[in-house]
């Protein structure tokens, strides 16, 4: 019989060769497999399709019955039924919620409709077929459940105490019978403290807490707290802002260390920070009664007529509100002259004067030594701006080329006021061992902007062109400087 098949059909020889090498590379097609999802999952109330697929290359084959089941508790449990011969059977609980979407030989797949946490489990989808017997697949169905979100702040308020350190419980966020559990976080400045704790439901939910604790202070108040939730890819975030209630932080205002005698219309005004706001305030003298002449309006001391050796003293001033009482206080002193504009110098003034004065000199030495040098050049030739060495060659302004070259102009004075005020107070910001070029050459030193147009022993892109190329003379006995002296001070550099 083989060999007459085979003359009858030369190439089938060949075909059958290569059925069987395919066969053998590929033994899920050889034998027959059932193909499921693994792992399928849907939330609470959903509908979940569980695919079931059966390959089957021998005709010779045939089904005779698709079962789904459930695995619990390792006894099987029949969920559903197909039969080409006699039909579907849906078994209870189930009746309700699975169907099969396109009952055939090769598809078994259902769908189970409005899931509920008991239908996570363990399901197997079996092909009973004849004459090979039967064939299964299991797969995982994870039921997930969304988690509901909550923050919420003590209810109790939070109170500032000095010297305490008790953590108090500020806000709780709660996350509620999610599955997987939600992660939750905290997103803010304050320096708390948070504690988690998850519990876990019997029916397979998680409900995650965090409380969140802080050492109630000044600072915190009006902080935000942030709580935030991470469930799957959902975020969801809920804040509040602290309260934190703390007693009166005093000071005073209005006395400006010149209070001297016959000064009228001085006052002293008590400012708190307090939550909630201070209530009273309560002025006294450290040593004594107030003066008579006072009138107290709310937080506001007023003086009335000129300032006198009475008024002396060390102020207090007591701010109330809710939570306690705190003081601030003042060193009034009276002079009998007014004080020149801005603070005593003290040693660290007479430095910076010194500094200044020496400055001063040295910037008036290095004018007077480029003006001779410019005066030795002008006996080589007239045109002084030709022979300068090109290092020193400036691009001035036309329109002072042409005042240079006439009569000396009042614009060409200048006159550098050093406002005593600000210069010590920059002299005192200084420090006393920078070497006194570089304070002047510094770009950013407000100090060097004061003293405008020097010429500076370096290349200082602070040199004025009209100082170090002017053809005029240079009046260095006009520089004038008194260290010590509270007077305005004036630099005049002439030119003619
Ligand atoms: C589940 O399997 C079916 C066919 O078996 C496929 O079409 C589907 O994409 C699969 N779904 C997932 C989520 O893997
Ligand atoms: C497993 O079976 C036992 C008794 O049969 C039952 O008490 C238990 O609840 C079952 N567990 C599950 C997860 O169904
Ligand atoms: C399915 O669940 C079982 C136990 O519940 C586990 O052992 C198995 O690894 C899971 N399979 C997959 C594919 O997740
Ligand atoms: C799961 O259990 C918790 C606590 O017992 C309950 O609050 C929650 O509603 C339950 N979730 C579902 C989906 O039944
Ligand atoms: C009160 O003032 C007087 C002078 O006015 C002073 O001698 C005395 O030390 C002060 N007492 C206190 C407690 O400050
Ligand atoms: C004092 O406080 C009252 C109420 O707070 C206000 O109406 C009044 O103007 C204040 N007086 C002064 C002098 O600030
Ligand atoms: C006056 O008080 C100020 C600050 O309160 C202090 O710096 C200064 O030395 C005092 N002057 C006298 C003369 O006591």
């Not at 769908?111 to 079996?126: A, F, H, K, M, P």
């Not at 976080?185 to 708390?192: E, F």
């Not at 010590?424 to 070029?437: A, N, S, V």
Request: net charge positive; proline share 7%.
């Amino acid at each position: 019989m083989a060999p007459r098949r085979q003359s009858r059909c030369p190439g089938c020889w060949w075909t059958t060769g290569v059925c069987l090498l395919v066969a053998s590379l590929l033994p899920g097609l050889r034998a027959q497999t059932v193909l499921v999802n693994d792992t399928v999952s849907g939330f609470i109330g959903t509908d979940v399709v569980l695919h079931c697929s059966f390959t089957n290359p021998l005709p010779s084959v045939k089904i005779t019955q698709v079962t789904w089941q459930k695995a619990t508790n390792g006894s099987k449990q029949n969920v559903a039924i197909y039969n080409p011969a006699m039909g579907v059977s849906i078994l209870s609980p189930y009746k309700e919620r699975v169907t099969f979407r396109n009952p055939s030989f090769k598809d078994g797949t259902i769908q189970l409709s409005r899931l509920e946490l008991e239908d996570e489990g363990v399901y197997i989808c079996e092909f009973a077929t004849f004459p090979t017997g039967n064939r299964e697949s299991q797969l995982n169905l994870t039921v997930l459940a969304k988690p509901t979100n909550r923050m919420e702040g003590t209810t109790r308020p939070l109170v500032a105490r000095s010297g305490k350190t008790e953590k108090i419980l500020v806000a709780t966020c709660m996350s509620s019978n999610g599955k997987p559990p939600s992660t939750v976080t905290w997103d803010t400045k304050l320096k708390g403290e948070a504690e988690f704790q998850e519990i876990k439901n019997s029916n397979g939910t998680i409900t995650v807490i965090s409380r969140y604790r802080l050492v109630p202070s000044r600072e915190a108040h009006r902080q935000q707290l942030m709580c935030v939730v991470n469930y799957q890819l959902d975020r969801f975030t809920d804040s509040m802002t602290l309260n934190v209630q703390y007693e009166p932080e005093v000071t005073i205002e209005g006395f400006d260390g010149n209070w001297f005698l016959n000064r009228k219309d001085v006052k002293l005004t008590c400012k708190s920070d307090a939550n909630p706001p201070a209530t009273t305030y309560q002025w006294r003298l450290l040593n004594g009664s107030l003066p008579e002449n006072i009138e107290v309006q709310n937080n506001t001391l007023f003086f009335k007529g000129p300032v006198s050796y009475s008024l002396a003293g060390t102020y207090i001033c007591e701010a109330t509100n809710t939570i306690g009482t705190r003081s601030g206080l003042v060193e009034v002193n009276v002079t009998d002259k007014p004080l020149p504009q801005g603070a005593p110098g003290g040693i660290i003034g007479i430095l910076g004067g010194v500094i200044a004065a020496a400055l001063i000199i040295g910037v008036a030495i290095t004018v007077f030594i480029v003006y001779r040098r410019q005066q030795k050049s002008r006996t080589e030739t007239d045109n002084d701006l030709i022979d300068l060495p090109p290092s020193h060659k400036p691009v001035p302004p036309p329109k002072r080329k042409q005042e240079m070259k006439s009569h000396l102009t009042a614009e060409d004075i200048q006159v550098v006021h050093l406002d005593n005020m600000k210069q010590e107070e920059e002299i005192q910001k200084l420090p006393l061992q920078t070497p006194y070029y570089d304070m002047a050459a510094s770009e950013s030193s407000p100090y060097s902007d004061k003293l405008g147009p020097f010429c500076l022993p370096d290349s200082s892109k602070r040199s004025s062109p009209v100082l170090t190329n002017a053809p005029g003379r240079i009046d260095t006995s006009t520089f004038t400087y008194l260290p010590g002296v509270q007077r305005d001070r004036q630099v005049r550099l002439l030119l003619d």
